[in-house]
Nanobody, 124 residues
Framework: QVQLVESGGGLVQAGGSLRLSCAAS????????MGWFRQAPGKEREFVAT????????YYADSVKGRFTISRDNAKNTVSLQMNSLKPQDTAVYYCAGRGAAMVSALPYDYSYWGQGTQVTVSS
């Protein structure tokens, strides 16, 4: 079992930066691929980024590629999302997710564990 708690959301102006963090508890974190998803009001949850169990591979949605960076620290049981050059369309609740398996995935239903979400609002 893995429990996830996100932090770092907030209000930022367009062009600004935020860093989201996800603290994980549970023995399987270090062997699990992790991901970030987001959900805007009235829209379905969408993939943002994923990282392999060892941090050696990362994959991004086209909409955030070159602006966002996912990373993890298995010694501290944390995964982070550095978000730069933020746009108003990045406004959403951001969720940290754990796969429970080593391989990455961009599909929400492949993830077994979810945090409660953190709000990111980008003003124009």
């Amino acid at each position: 079992q893995v429990q996830l708690v996100e932090s770092g959301g907030g209000l930022v102006q367009a062009g600004g930066s935020l860093r989201l963090s996800c603290a994980a508890s549970g023995r399987t974190f270090s062997s699990s691929a992790m991901g970030w998803f987001r959900q805007a009001p009235g829209k379905e949850r969408e993939f943002v980024a994923t990282i392999s169990w060892d941090g050696g591979f990362a994959y991004y949605a086209d909409s955030v590629k070159g602006r966002f960076t996912i990373s993890r620290d298995n010694a501290k049981n944390t995964v982070s999302l550095q978000m730069n050059s933020l746009k108003p369309q990045d406004t959403a609740v951001y969720y940290c997710a754990g796969r429970g398996a080593a391989m990455v995935s961009a599909l929400p239903y492949d993830y077994s564990y979810w945090g409660q979400g953190t709000q990111v609002t980008v003003s124009s």
